[in-house]
């Protein structure tokens, strides 16, 4: 069978630039096809770009359907709320303490002062003014 496709003096990929491989159908193919009208109705054959990454999101896309991923997904968000928490209100949007040793210790600082506050706002009941007598 003859190729009619051109002939490159230097090897080519068929990766582009967009990190995708586009697969052509023969013209002869499509005019023949009984789902031409519904497959290319404005062009004379088809043409598909597939990512050559599509294996890894087809995996990906499978893991999301069980139920460890959702679970996963609930632990993530409490600990992002967490991070978010420390990086907005206790102002721990970057580290001062140079070295690892003093990132630690100023991120073990900062755990352990945001941990306080929740275990001050569960421990803390405000008192009940409602039952008492006005002066």
């Known amino acids: 069978m003859l ?18 491989i586009i697969y052509r159908s023969s013209q002869v193919d499509c005019r023949t096809c009984q789902f031409k009208v519904q497959c290319c109705p404005n062009t004379s054959f088809r043409k598909i770009a597939r990512s050559i990454y599509e294996e890894s999101r087809e995996v ?5 359907q069980t139920s460890e991923y959702e679970q996963s ?10 991070f978010a ?6 102002k721990l949007d970057r580290l001062r303490l140079r070295g690892l ?5 100023e991120f073990l600082m ?24 006005p002066a």
């Open 101 to 105: 040793s003093g990132a630690r210790d």
């Open 73 to 82: 997904r609930k632990y993530r968000k409490k600990v992002e709320v967490l």
């Open 3 to 20: 190729s009619r496709r051109r002939n490159f003096k230097k090897l080519r990929t068929k990766i582009t630039k967009a990190n995708t």
């Open 60 to 64: 990906a896309r499978a893991i999301a």
């Open 110 to 133: 900062a755990a352990t002062a945001q941990n306080l506050r929740r275990l001050a706002k569960l421990k803390y009941k405000p008192p009940d003014f409602r039952g008492a007598a």
């Open 85 to 90: 928490h420390l990086k907005r209100i206790m």
